[in-house]
């Protein structure tokens, strides 16, 4: 079992940044940090996609449209996940899903929705111009 709870999103301009929180619990017979997790997003009428991921290395993966402008990280003790967000745009307006995959597994070689089976419940980000 893995629980997510994300932070409360925002309002920015087009340009601007925005950091966003996820707090991370999890447990079996012990609680431990899963060793994959990462954020999704879902924008008006589309499905939703994947954002960016890290595992319990700090290796990171980042998607074509956010590559550069997003950054994602996780405290020392991987209980927080983070999801920085500069030079935000109007696309870039979607409601925002940390989720993980399951614990004691790596990332798959290929970041798809599928291979993440735990999720928040989502946070509003809405970017204006």
């Known amino acids: 079992q893995v629980e997510l709870v994300e932070s409360e999103g925002g309002s920015v301009q087009s340009g601007g940044s925005l950091r966003l929180s996820c707090a991370i619990s999890?447990?079996?017979?012990?609680?431990?940090?899963?060793?994959?997790v990462g954020w999704f997003r879902q924008r008006p009428g589309k499905e939703r996609e994947a954002v960016a991921r890290i595992d319990r290395d700090g290796f990171t993966r980042y998607s074509d449209s956010v590559k550069g402008r997003f950054t994602i990280s996780q405290d020392d003790t991987k209980t927080s996940l983070y999801l920085q967000m500069n030079n935000l745009k109007e696309d870039d307006t979607a409601k925002y899903f940390c989720a993980s995959g399951e614990p004691g597994l790596w990332c798959h070689d290929r970041f798809l929705e599928i291979y993440f089976g735990y999720w928040g419940q989502g946070t509003q980000v809405t970017v204006s111009t």
């Open positions: 999890g447990s079996r017979f012990k609680s431990y940090n899963p060793y994959c």
